[in-house]
């Protein structure tokens, strides 16, 4: 089994910057993505930013693109979400989410959720 365990959820104001990890644990063999989706209350759970584990491409939402930044460690099996210029409307869950390899096929998985809240 595979655990992901999320932190660096907050509160901050608008403009500020947070940054989240995610860390993945367990029977891994390989990781083929790491990314961040998000939830709103009463919403569709939306994708916000994914990277290839093997070659670092990385893709944004268009919502955020030019403000957050997604980046590995790959000897940590971590996943960062670097947050800046945020906006209120950016409040809400944010669930890691991966695509693992625990030998002959892959599953995917999701974090327990961290809030960040953007409010003055």
């Known amino acids: 089994q595979v655990q992901l365990v999320e932190s660096g959820g907050g509160l901050v104001q608008p403009g500020g910057s947070l940054r989240l990890s995610c860390a993945a644990s367990g029977s891994i063999f390989s990781i083929y993505t790491m990314g961040w989706f998000r939830q709103a209350p009463g919403k569709e759970r939306e994708f916000v930013a994914v990277i290839n584990w093997n070659d670092g491409n990385t893709y944004y939402a268009d919502s955020v693109k030019g403000r957050f930044t997604i980046s590995r460690d790959n000897a940590k099996n971590t996943v960062y979400l670097q947050m800046n210029s945020l906006k209120p409307e950016d409040t809400t869950v944010y669930y890691c989410?991966?695509?693992?390899?625990?030998?002959?096929?892959?599953?995917?998985?999701w974090g327990q959720g961290t809030q960040v809240t953007v409010s003055s």
């Open positions: 989410n991966a695509r693992i390899s625990g030998g002959s096929s892959y599953s995917y998985y």
